[in-house]
């Protein structure tokens, strides 16, 4: 059963930097791509990025509203993806979720097949 | 304001059929065949529905079905039930991003 467990969320300042974890159970986590997408608080879904397998090279894609502030990466042996997120502001305030692609030879990760429950960002002063 | 424009609410009773409508323009949903359709219950994750504009993953029940025309995508739950009532959200790929709708609540009565 494939699981995805979001970690590393909690309250902090404008300014200052964050870093969540996804781990990953449940399938071979290095043949597929992984995303972060998030929720402001009665909000809707916003897509943020997601990181390729090494397969199709571990390259990264990002909303325009994040790039270069966030940054995507991956660790293979551990079987975890990670959403690092510097200059935080308070518009960043959501719920993050990380998801995987349905199959393996999806190389993009534009949607999400799998989603874990959840990790909340709140950004305040 | 979202990329992807849906209805704010539909509401069907039980064993009707409905559909959510999203539409976009040339660059997103008309472009690609790349739309996805999400079900939001209160408080927890989204779940797929639907990708590619029309497929299923496994465990989707085939009540559930997406179509698209021109820069339109649908979604058509048939056999309304109960646990449908839920936020019904769409995406597409567009130029090396994603977009969404602000999504639709449906109601069943």
């Known amino acids: 059963e494939v699981q995805l467990v979001e970690s590393g969320g909690g309250l902090v300042k404008p300014g200052r930097s964050l870093r969540l974890s996804c781990t990953a159970s449940?399938?071979?986590?290095?043949?597929?791509?992984m995303s972060w997408f998030r929720q402001a608080p009665g909000k809707g879904l916003e897509w943020v990025g997601f990181i390729r397998s090494k397969a199709y090279g571990g390259t990264t894609e990002y909303a325009a509203s994040v790039k270069g502030r966030f940054t995507i990466s991956r660790d293979d042996s551990k079987s975890i993806a990670y959403l690092q997120m510097n200059s935080l502001k308070t518009e960043d305030t959501a719920v993050y979720y990380c998801?995987?692609?349905?199959?393996?030879?999806?190389?993009?990760?534009?949607?999400?097949?799998?989603w874990g429950q959840g990790t909340l960002v709140t950004v305040s002063s | 304001q979202s990329a992807l424009t849906q209805p704010a609410s539909v509401s069907g009773s039980p064993g009707q059929s409905i559909t959510i409508s999203c539409t976009g323009t040339s660059s997103d949903v008309g472009g690609y065949n790349y739309v996805s359709w999400y079900q939001q219950h209160p408080g927890k994750a989204p779940k797929l529905m639907i990708y590619d504009v029309s497929n299923r993953p496994s465990g989707v029940s085939n009540r559930f079905s997406g179509s698209k025309s021109g820069n339109t995508a649908s979604l058509t739950i048939s056999g309304l039930q109960a646990e449908d009532e839920a936020d019904y959200y769409c995406s597409s790929y567009t130029s090396s991003s994603g977009v969404f709708g602000g999504g639709t609540k449906l109601t069943v009565l």
């Open positions: 998801t995987r692609v349905l199959y393996y030879y999806d190389s993009s990760g534009y949607y999400g097949g799998y």
């Open positions: 449940g399938f071979t986590f290095g043949d597929y791509a």
